[in-house]
């Protein structure tokens, strides 16, 4: 691979710890669920980013595959992959993408937080802080936390552990 032709970027922008310990000091001092929860096979859920050759990505075949070792042929990746540079960019992408659509507001010095006052479809303040693929959930209320971890579901099927 070569920078500038194959990837441009191949950072994931992911808050300090000094985020993960102020979310849980205001947990405990404003008495607020915390819940963490990690998307499974996060890469494969991210929509695919407008870069590469004409937003088009190639990879050789991979071994075991029926062209395996013929450089003749080439496969288009139409998802993430693990591995590729670009893949935990495009799932911040994803991520700040849905956030944003539910309401949510970044809170400009930390890109991967994000803050949703109560009103319209939650009745409570949540704020999320993502770590490539592990979030941090937090709000007031049991209620809202779990309709809140319905529509994420909604939008990352394999959203399974929730801690």
């Not at 450089?71 to 693990?82: A, C």
Request: hydrophobic residues 40%; proline residues 6%; aromatic residues 10%.
């Amino acid at each position: 691979m070569e920078k500038g032709i194959d990837y441009v970027d191949n950072f994931s922008p992911t808050p300090g710890l000094a985020v993960a310990r102020l979310m849980m000091s205001l947990a405990v001092a404003i008495d607020m669920e915390l819940h963490k929860i990690d998307i499974e096979q996060a890469f494969l859920q991210a929509d695919k980013l407008d870069e590469g050759v004409n937003g088009r990505y190639f990879i050789n075949p991979p071994p075991g595959s029926p062209e395996a070792g013929n450089k003749n042929i080439v496969y288009e990746v139409l998802r993430p992959l693990y591995g590729s540079p670009s893949s935990p960019r495009a799932l911040h992408k994803t991520m700040d993408a849905y956030f944003k659509s539910e309401g949510f507001d970044g809170i400009g010095f930390e890109e991967s937080v994000w803050v949703r006052p109560a009103g319209g479809k939650y009745s409570g303040d949540i704020y999320v802080s993502a770590h490539v693929d592990d979030c941090l959930l937090s709000c007031k209320s049991l209620t809202v936390m779990a309709e809140f971890r319905a529509h994420i579901l909604e939008r990352f099927v394999g959203l399974t552990k929730m801690k």
